[in-house]
């Protein structure tokens, strides 16, 4: 048969190929070897040295000719095979419009995570790092070395939601998380580490067994109550954007040494007094120290040559604050009518 009827009968087949498969299967049947091609080939070393030449040489163009078709199909098939299947698997990044046309509500962030979101931020502007740490914890890093011995009383002041093996427990505190800070870095360093915190309390208005707080350490050579009170000012205008009075209590936590509660003053009747501060005018926020010796060397550290402050802010109280709830447990209330009103960072 001639070459090059059998190459038009190719393309008119090519035409009808829509399958990388079915290309692959009709390159074979025309320059395979059980193809017209391999026939024609077989048969050469009966004929003339001429006549091999010549038929060697169309064969070549022939095969060449077919390749070429076939590599350039190739591409166009596969490229439309990709884009078959980026339509399929598509992802409709619409939908967000569409599920609101449809009246369906739109998700949005718990209140907890905005503020979490946004002091994380205010303290990475300052320079901290944001840490995490486990909610299933051991007795050293939630107690021990924080200062808390077995026989400690403060280990009252926790209830604590403890394993069977009665080794192991919810953290209580996030204190949890200074330790492993401490230890994975060399002074000075600031950080701050938030997350849920566990106690095994009755529940009220303004108690929950589970909370948020976020700790924050700071460590360096002559670190001052001064710092801690700059640190924790400049927080809390950013956070109610405005200035904000503050005054530290003494205050007992076996891991820092003063101890203090920081106040700030009642926002709602500007220290007044009003039913919010229960008529005080001030408003307990924050409690926080310098680091205890004996929990610096916890952490590593030599507590001759370095000291720090800590803090625990409660995330929880501060949602309060900020957006007026009266009763924690709303937070946790998986409630959407409540959720729905909180919509982005
Ligand atoms: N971990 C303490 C608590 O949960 C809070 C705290 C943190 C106090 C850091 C002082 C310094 O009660």
């Known amino acids: 048969m001639q070459l090059e009827s059998l190459l038009s009968e190719f393309n008119k087949e090519l035409g009808t190929v829509t399958k990388v498969a079915d290309l692959l299967n009709l390159k074979a049947k025309y320059i395979g070897k059980q193809g017209p091609l391999a026939d024609l080939m077989k048969n050469i070393k009966d004929a003339s040295p001429e006549e091999k030449k010549r038929i060697g040489s169309v ?24 884009n078959a299947s980026l339509e399929k698997d598509k992802t409709d990044i619409s939908l967000t419009d569409s599920v609101l046309e449809k009246g369906l509500q739109a998700g949005g962030h718990h209140p907890v995570s905005i503020i979490q979101q946004e002091i994380e931020d205010i303290f990475i502007s300052m320079g901290f790092e944001v840490l995490d740490g486990p909610h299933i914890e051991d007795e050293y890093h939630n107690f021990e070395a924080l200062n808390i011995p077995a026989t400690h009383p403060a280990r009252d002041m926790q209830d604590t939601f403890w394993f ?66 700059y640190f924790m000012k400049t927080l809390l205008a950013e956070i109610f954007k405005r200035s904000v009075e503050v005054r530290l209590r003494p205050g007992f936590f076996p891991f820092v040494e003063p101890g203090f509660e920081l106040d700030i003053q009642c926002l709602i009747c500007g220290g007044k007094g009003c039913s919010v501060c229960k008529q005080v005018g001030w408003v307990e926020l924050l409690p926080c120290g310098m680091v205890h010796p004996n929990v610096l060397k916890s952490g590593g550290i030599d507590p001759e040559k370095y000291n720090g402050f800590a803090f625990g802010l409660g995330l929880d109280r501060l949602v309060m604050m900020r957006y007026g709830i009266d009763d924690i447990r709303h937070l946790h209330s998986g409630d959407l009518r409540f959720n729905s009103q909180f919509k982005s960072y």
């Open 164 to 229: 069977a093996d009665k080794k192991h427990l919810l953290r209580t505190h996030t204190s949890t998380i200074q330790v492993r800070g401490m230890k994975e870095r060399k002074p000075p360093f600031r950080f701050v580490g938030p997350g849920k915190v566990f106690r095994c309390e009755r529940t009220d208005a303004s108690h929950e067994m589970v909370f948020h707080q976020l700790e924050g350490m700071m460590v360096g050579e002559d670190v001052s109550v001064g710092n801690l009170i």
């Open 59 to 82: 064969a070549n163009e022939f095969k060449t000719s077919i390749e070429a078709i076939v590599s350039k199909k190739m591409l166009e098939l596969e490229i439309s095979e990709i």
